[in-house]
């Protein structure tokens, strides 16, 4: 099993572009997440889905949107990209208790 | 407010040795979990114990154990023997409804040879 898989690995945007961020699951996993991680600030959850169609907002929402349309994948969206997004994003799925969780290997992006 | 607090930036440890890294928390729901994750160099997050709320003993795996003091809301990471291999960045998390994690801004841990 591939587990989680983040697509890109590594991105580069200029200020206003727009991307997404791909992350797919192979374990019929119900909850999904995306973090971001800074320097010296840890993981900080952005969005989350407890199931297909779902969505609701974590700690940084804010210039993100999310989608869930299907079960196995769960999509992170930047429509107009900042310096500030420049973080490295982590997907993480989880089937239900504390001994599922699964991350993926992360995307670092850097908006200049 | 923060959550999850570690207040030890970076840590150096001698080979063999065992090292303590600190974690406390702030929740008022009865019902939680407390995580230890590894984070090395090429980035990706390995999960190392797992402690519930309502669990009598203190987590142990392998070298791994938690010190878990519920009354003074602390969940230290006890790593013994330490290897090379050790040398990592190690967050504290904490679990919460829709088993959401919310993260410490972690400890660095470098083992001298």
């Known amino acids: 099993n591939a587990g989680v898989t983040q697509t890109p690995k590594f991105r580069v945007l200029k200020t206003g572009q727009s991307m997404t961020l791909l992350c797919a699951q192979d374990?019929?996993?119900?909850?999904m997440y995306w973090y971001r991680q800074d320097p010296g600030m840890g993981l900080r959850l952005i969005h989350y889905?407890?199931?297909?169609?779902?969505?609701a907002k974590g700690e940084v929402p804010d210039g993100y949107n999310v989608s869930r349309l299907k079960k196995q994948n769960f999509l992170l969206g930047l429509e107009s990209a900042a310096p500030s997004q420049t973080s490295v994003y982590f997907c993480?799925?989880?089937?239900?208790?504390?001994?599922?969780?699964?991350f993926g290997s992360g995307t670092r992006l850097t908006v200049v | 407010a923060q959550k999850i607090t570690q207040t030890q930036p970076g840590m150096f440890v001698q080979e063999k040795e065992a090292v303590t890294l600190d974690c406390t928390y702030d929740?008022?729901?009865?019902?939680?979990?407390l995580f230890w994750y590894k984070q090395p160099s090429s980035g990706e997050m390995i999960f190392l114990i797992y402690?519930?709320?309502?669990?009598?003993q203190n987590a142990t795996e392998g070298r791994y154990s938690l010190n878990f003091q519920k009354a003074r809301k602390s969940a230290n990471l006890v790593i013994s023997a330490s290897q090379l291999g050790d040398s990592a960045m190690y967050f504290c998390?904490?679990?919460?409804?829709?088993?959401?994690?919310?993260f410490g801004a972690g400890t660095t841990v470098t083992v001298r040879a």
């Open positions: 998390a904490m679990r919460e409804e829709n088993d959401k994690l919310s």
């Open positions: 374990m019929n996993h119900e909850y």
């Open positions: 402690q519930g709320s309502y669990d009598q």
């Open positions: 929740t008022s729901d009865p019902s939680y979990g």
């Open positions: 993480a799925s989880n089937r239900g208790g504390p001994y599922g969780y699964t």
């Open positions: 889905s407890v199931g297909e169609g779902t969505t």
